[in-house]
Nanobody, 126 residues
Framework: QVQLVESGGGLVQAGGSLRLSCTAS????????LGWFRQAPGKEREFVAS????????YYANSVKGRFTTSRDNAENTLYLQMNSLKPEDTAVYYCAARRDTIGVVVGGPELYDYWGQGTQVTVSS
């Protein structure tokens, strides 16, 4: 019912910043809780951040808390992830995901989400 497309990845030096975007089409974006995950080579997909359907509630992994901020613009059907103070260990493919008919913040793994984007590569050099 919804298609997600990530953008904004790239190569950045340690300590730098990137802003990722995720744009949705084909559904009512306002009614979906959203999340960010990442996956490095040889590792399982890891939770990064999530946001409620109103944008008023957020939840972050301990590894990114204080450095990353997620937000959403429902009028533009777009989810954002602002990444500051990037570290080499942040290097991964970043995915956005959506869970339908969800009121609050989603706290949990990939199995809780219904739709996924294709991912965008983030590489942080030392």
């Amino acid at each position: 019912q919804v298609q997600l497309v990530e953008s904004g990845g790239g190569l950045v030096q340690a300590g730098g910043s990137l802003r990722l975007s995720c744009t949705a089409s084909g559904g009512a974006f306002r009614m979906y809780a959203l999340g960010w995950f990442r996956q490095a080579p040889g590792k399982e997909r890891e939770f990064v951040a999530s946001i409620s359907w109103s944008g008023g509630g957020t939840y972050y992994a301990n590894s990114v808390k204080g450095r990353f901020t997620t937000s959403r613009d429902n009028a533009e059907n777009t989810l954002y992830l602002q990444m500051n103070s990037l570290k080499p260990e942040d290097t991964a493919v970043y995915y956005c995901a959506a869970r339908r008919d969800t009121i609050g913040v989603v706290v949990g793994g990939p199995e809780l989400y219904d739709y996924w984007g294709q991912g965008t590569q983030v590489t942080v050099s030392s």
